[in-house]
């Protein structure tokens, strides 16, 4: 069975996280979303509230897709994570070139620390491209129309906490 985990903050989920999911289920035959508890970040949600939203969005892909697709927080090293899930595949979306650079720098202390994971990056589609959960969270918290953003739960998820 290939396993890969994607992992993220995911405060909240956004259309472009979706996409990057439902195209890594033609990789894996399991995809472990790794739910980051980062306190540093201090995140809008709470991490069971990242979860639920998390678990809600890809039940729908895993009957789409066959895939199974969990949520499984973690705070250790993302390494550490795979080697826990037992995935052979890290999936990392990427947005424009300066996310490219900082990834680039992952893989490498990733293989170094354990050079039978690989990790494999998925372009975000063309409409997702500015999608980011920090932009998401600034258009909603400004009364803005997040709808082009985040799917209708995650939408009123966002104003019920705003």
């Known amino acids: 069975m290939?396993?890969?985990l994607y992992p993220g903050t995911f405060d909240p989920i956004t259309l472009g996280h979706i996409d990057i999911i439902r195209?890594?289920?033609q990789l894996v035959d399991r995809l472990v979303i790794g739910v980051a508890i980062n306190r540093d970040k201090g995140p809008l949600f709470s991490l069971?509230?990242?979860v639920a939203m998390l678990e809600e969005e890809c039940a729908k892909l895993a009957k789409q897709t066959g895939t199974e697709i969990v949520a499984h927080p973690f705070e250790n090293l993302?390494?550490?994570c795979a080697s826990d899930v037992g995935a052979q595949i890290i999936?990392?979306?990427l947005r424009a070139v300066a996310d490219f650079e900082y990834e680039?720098?992952?893989v490498g202390m990733n293989r170094q620390l354990n050079d039978?994971?690989?990790t494999v990056f998925l372009m975000a589609e063309a409409q997702h491209q500015a999608i980011a959960s920090k932009l998401v969270k600034e258009i909603a918290r400004l009364g803005g129309d997040v709808s082009k953003f985040v799917t209708p739960n995650v939408a009123?998820?966002?104003a019920a906490r705003l």
Request: net charge neutral; aromatic share 4%.
């Open 156 to 158: 009123r998820e966002l």
């Open 104 to 106: 680039y720098q992952m």
């Open 78 to 80: 993302l390494i550490d």
């Open 48 to 50: 069971e509230e990242r």
């Open 116 to 118: 039978a994971i690989e």
């Open 91 to 93: 999936i990392r979306g």
């Open 23 to 25: 195209r890594a289920t």
């Open 2 to 4: 290939r396993v890969g």
